[in-house]
T-cell receptor, first 115, second 111 residues
Framework: AQTVTQSQPEMSVQEAETVTLSCTYD???????LFWYKQPPSRQMILVIR??????QNATENRFSVNFQKAAKSFSLKISDSQLGDTAMYFC????????????FGKGTKLSVIP | NAGVTQTPKFQVLKTGQSMTLQCAQD?????MSWYRQDPGMGLRLIHY???????DQGEVPNGYNVSRSTTEDFPLRLLSAAPSQTSVYFC??????????FGNGTRLTVT
């Protein structure tokens, strides 16, 4: 079974600064997908970024980028130029290709952006 | 294009009552699923469907039933609610590719 660990329950960052959220995972699979989801106080689950394990290049979406280290089973999220709207819970998630498309989530990191 | 729509947003039930959480999507996605989110945890898969007439169990299916009579709708039924089913429930569908897109959730409290 896969497990996803987010070791930072809470983090804070000053507005306009950069912050990195950590995620490690455990799997014996060689082909899989990794995701970061954002959950603001509104409760909505919003896809931030995704990474295919077979791709060596790190994914980037505007101010969000990942550092994917396959051998170390590490998948950290970097948020640049932090904005107040980035305040949210962030969940790292793992998916192995299967009929169920099941996502295995970490417990989340609560990020607060301070003005 | 409304995406994934869940109703109701909030619900309070007494132990033993039944209810159905509704989920609809207008994107013609074949795959839909239900997750629950408990405090301090990420989401866990309850049931999923890969198309009309096809459903299967996820990680935590006990106490829940599903059916999929149309591509658009995927309701989740609680036949006899228990306090352990107090949670936030999310419905999701999948577009081509490997990413799930979630509805806004239903907060259910069972007293």
């Amino acid at each position: 079974a896969q497990t996803v660990t987010q070791s930072q329950p809470e983090m804070s960052v000053q507005e306009a600064e950069t912050v990195t959220l950590s995620c490690t995972y455990d799997t014996s699979e060689s082909n899989y997908y990794l995701f970061w989801y954002k959950q603001p106080p509104s409760r909505q689950m919003i896809l931030v970024i995704r990474q295919e394990a077979y791709k060596q290049q790190n994914a980037t979406e505007n101010r969000f980028s990942v550092n994917f280290q396959k051998a170390a089973k590490s998948f950290s999220l970097k948020i640049s130029d932090s904005q107040l709207g980035d305040t949210a819970m962030y969940f790292c998630a793992f998916m192995k290709p299967s009929r169920s498309y099941q996502l295995t989530f970490g417990k989340g990191t609560k990020l607060s952006v301070i003005p | 294009n409304a995406g994934v729509t869940q109703t109701p947003k909030f619900q309070v039930l007494k132990t033993g009552q039944s209810m159905t959480l509704q989920c609809a999507q207008d994107m013609n996605h074949e795959y839909m699923s239900w997750y629950r989110q408990d405090p301090g945890m990420g989401l866990r898969l309850i049931h999923y469907s890969v198309g009309a007439g096809i459903t299967d169990q996820g990680e935590v299916p006990n106490g829940y039933n599903v059916s999929r009579s149309t591509t658009e709708d995927f309701p989740l039924r609680l036949l006899s609610a228990a306090p352990s089913q107090t949670s936030v429930y999310f419905c999701a569908s999948k577009s081509p590719g490997w990413a799930l897109h979630f509805g806004n959730g239903t907060r259910l409290t069972v007293t």
